[in-house]
């Protein structure tokens, strides 16, 4: 009689397997250090962003859309998707690995996007408030100016380039899309963010593909 669930003795044996690499010890660290950095700067940033003036742009797109307030749908759908894609990869210990790699790199070329491209939001647009990292980072404030791209697009496309699952890559697919639309009709986003978030993602997910990460030789 097993006494933990398979589940859980997978989960346990392959990340003892993929520890027991200096490539994968190495890279945990780097990321993880990485990754504390990011979360420390960013609020600091976006401050910054939202104080700075910026420009605005003529959409045709959200020129002809409704306006309405999708919030709740939109988060629904990104926290399933964040939520799922760490259930499924943490037994997967190398392609977790580089989904933070990818995420991490996503976010330092958004933040370049965002300094080098000042936006300010259409002004039709209905904010959206993220329940948790609004108040865990920035005490309620609501960022409305980090516009170039969507930081909300871009990490669930590139959730569905990592997920090998195909059954959730319908869902993400699907997921992705559905975002994409709400945000544009609450017009969080100009259209031009939306686009260029999933080639953001790829371009982050193929550059870190490039970086072995193997047992040692």
Known sequence: MLLFPAPFLALHNNWKEAWSFTSFKIQ???????????????PSFFNYIQSTPGYI??????????VQDFSLSIFLLIYSVILLTAINLSTHPILFLKCIQAYC????????????????????????????????????TVITKDLFFSGHVSTMFLFFLA???????????????????????QHVHYTIDVVVAPFASWISYRLIQKIPCRPDK
Do not use: H, Q
């Not at 945990?28 to 960013?42: K, N």
């Not at 003529?58 to 002809?64: A, H, T």
């Not at 300010?120 to 329940?131: Q, T, V």
């Open 28 to 42: 945990s660290a780097v990321t993880l250090s990485i990754l504390a950095l990011l979360g420390v700067s960013i």
């Open 57 to 66: 742009i003529n959409d045709v797109i959200l020129n002809i859309l409704p």
């Open 105 to 140: 790199l996503l976010v330092v070329i958004r933040i370049f996007c965002l300094y080098m491209v000042p936006l300010n939001p259409e002004r039709l647009m209905i904010p959206l408030d993220d329940p948790f990292v609004g108040r865990l980072f920035y005490n309620g």
């Open 163 to 185: 997920i090998p699952f195909r059954s959730l890559k319908y869902f993400f697919a699907i997921a992705t899309i559905l975002v994409s639309i709400f945000i544009l009709i």
